[in-house]
Nanobody
Framework: QVQLVESGGGLVQAGGSLRLSCAASGRTFSSCPMGWFRRAPGKEREFVAGISWTGTNTYYHDSVKGRFTITRDNAKNTMYLQMNNLKPEDTAVYYC?????????????????????WGQGTQVTVSS
């Protein structure tokens, strides 16, 4: 069974940091673009950050630029999201995703419809 499993969420005070991980099992996504999305209460799911399969290309939502960093370790089949200087508005369920249809194409995917594998999500809560 192919799975993406997020971990690392939790409760943190404003200004704090968390590191999310997304571990793949059942198949490798090391040659696929991957990304992070989030859904806040009462809002639609939004793109947070994306990374190309080599890790060379990354892109961020304006609201997280300079605070979040997306990386990947293809040898471990794992992607990460380092989140620093967290704000209450970052509170959401965070999802990782992979685009298995774009193998070895070194660009970033921005739209949720371009991803075909999703994790179950991990809750991030930032208190003020």
């Amino acid at each position: 069974q192919v799975q993406l499993v997020e971990s690392g969420g939790g409760l943190v005070q404003a200004g704090g940091s968390l590191r999310l991980s997304c571990a793949a099992s059942g198949r490798t996504f090391s040659s696929c673009p991957m990304g992070w999305f989030r859904r806040a209460p009462g809002k639609e799911r939004e793109f947070v950050a994306g990374i190309s399969w080599t890790g060379t290309n990354t892109y961020y939502h304006d609201s997280v630029k300079g605070r979040f960093t997306i990386t990947r370790d293809n040898a471990k089949n794992t992607m990460y999201l380092q989140m620093n200087n967290l704000k209450p508005e970052d509170t959401a369920v965070y999802y990782c995703a992979a685009d298995s249809q774009s193998s070895m194409i070194d660009y970033v995917r921005f739209h949720s419809s371009q991803y075909d594998y999703w994790g179950q999500g991990t809750q991030v809560t930032v208190s003020s």
